[in-house]
């Protein structure tokens, strides 16, 4: 695709409503809402509602999921997290195992211990 016709569609996607957008993949890197609605992945349950019909944050998901969604990160408390938390150096879990092998001599350091 020609940048032109990307730009063109681009708007043409941003200048939807929220009806019209229903059914329309967002981009792989970007978090569906329920309503349609794209945002970036780092929204996704982070505490605060991006979503305008709120889905990024909803409890049963964000606070105790037996699965999380495509693309995102259970950490070890059943808690979802976008993937931006991993390694960022935040606990972003509030078990901080989003910052758990993050260690680059992790591995080696493992070795050594066994
Ligand atoms: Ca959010």
Not at 84 to 108: I, P, Q, R, T
Request: aromatic share 6%; hydrophobic share 25%; glycine share 6%.
């Amino acid at each position: 695709m020609k940048l032109n016709s990307f730009l063109k569609l681009k708007t043409f996607l941003c200048e939807l409503n929220e009806k019209e957008r229903r059914g329309i993949k967002c981009n792989s890197r970007a978090h569906q809402c329920k309503s349609g609605q794209c945002l970036p992945q780092y929204t996704f349950c982070n505490e605060i509602d991006d979503c305008l019909d709120g889905s990024d944050e909803l409890p049963e998901i964000c606070e105790k999921a037996t699965s999380c969604p495509k693309g995102t990160h259970q950490c070890a408390n059943n808690k979802c997290r976008s993937t931006a938390v991993l390694c960022s150096g935040v606990d972003g879990c509030g078990d901080n195992s989003d910052e758990d092998l993050c260690e680059v001599c992790y591995w080696e350091y493992k070795l050594q211990i066994k």
